[in-house]
């Protein structure tokens, strides 16, 4: 990738709506080449997707929840029993295999207190936990879905 590329990049992250002309111009390229570069960045997997992000407010699923999971079962079965039991929970907005003392760490989104309960009994019915604990997050201080492209 070059520096096109990579500020095209940089803009389509803030905005995937913009129009490739804009985009274009904002870069120093005409139009056609500026959209081969995205189409291409495109085909290589670069931009896996373009997406519209919600508000949780709007949504009614402003409560975030960060729940750490420890597990005795670390064999393959397990985990793909238990990635398929999170595939089916729309809660769970992300899901990570983790180093350290936890194993696994989910990010909730919900309404409430409440809502939170009825996910988690039904969470703890579906696989074998050896410890199961949640924070819930007080302030969103930083949400970016921006990744840095100073690594390329």
Request: glycine share 2%; hydrophobic share 45%; aromatic share 10%.
């Amino acid at each position: 990738m070059d520096s096109f590329d990579k500020h095209i990049l940089e803009l389509l992250q803030r905005d995937c709506t913009a129009p490739v002309s804009e985009i274009a111009e904002k870069v120093g390229l005409s139009t056609t080449p500026c959209w081969r570069r995205i189409q291409a960045m495109e085909k290589k997997g670069v931009i896996k997707a373009r997406v519209a992000l919600a508000d949780p407010e709007q949504l009614n699923v402003a409560l975030t929840v960060f729940v750490m999971v420890k597990t005795n079962q670390h064999n393959p079965e397990w985990l793909g029993n238990f990635a398929t039991i999170v595939q089916d929970m729309p809660e769970i907005m992300e899901f990570y295999r983790l180093s350290g003392d936890i194993d696994y760490l989910l990010r909730i989104v919900v309404p409430d207190m409440k809502a939170f309960d009825r996910f988690y009994k039904k969470l703890i019915t579906k696989a074998d936990f050896s410890d199961i604990s949640s924070s819930f997050a007080m302030e969103e201080l930083k949400y970016t879905t921006n990744l840095p492209i100073d690594y390329i």
